[in-house]
């Protein structure tokens, strides 16, 4: 049976740890794996408002399934959750960068990104995991 708190609890877990290691990679100038991993931190932070409402799916851009919800949310969080999706539209591309690069030019994943992408990438998943947070708090799901 499918239980929506486990669901979000899980995802949220998911988008911190994920938003740890990119910030981690960056320390250790892994460009590709700071891209990499802010992705999937932004991704799970979106599947977990998703998940208030619904089993998220398994797409890497789960913006659309953000904006479908957007009218059940209170009218306070709306716009926060528009930002959060805007951001997963953003950088869902990289899912698939950073893991086959660029294979009309042959450019492998660890050759596509510099220090600028992966900082803009983090700060966006760190955007998007503050979202997740006060969506969160004001929907009544506490830290854990």
Do not use: C
């Amino acid at each position: 049976m499918y239980d929506p708190l486990d669901e979000v609890l899980y995802r949220r877990e998911l988008a911190k740890k994920y938003l740890e290691d990119a910030q981690e990679a960056y320390r250790r100038e892994d460009w590709r794996g700071s891209v990499a991993s802010a992705q999937l931190a932004t991704e799970n932070a979106a599947k977990a408002i998703i998940a208030i409402y619904r089993t998220p799916s398994w797409s890497h851009d789960p913006s659309d399934e953000l904006y479908e919800i957007t009218s059940e949310l209170p009218r306070d969080i709306r716009n926060m959750v528009r930002e959060l999706a805007k951001i997963a539209h953003t950088l869902a591309p990289e899912h698939a960068r950073t893991t086959y690069g660029d294979p009309i030019r042959r450019l492998t994943p660890w050759q596509l990104y510099n220090k600028e992408d992966a900082e803009r990438a983090i700060n966006l998943a760190r955007r998007a995991v503050e979202i997740m947070e006060e969506v969160l708090k004001r929907i009544g799901i506490r830290r854990t």
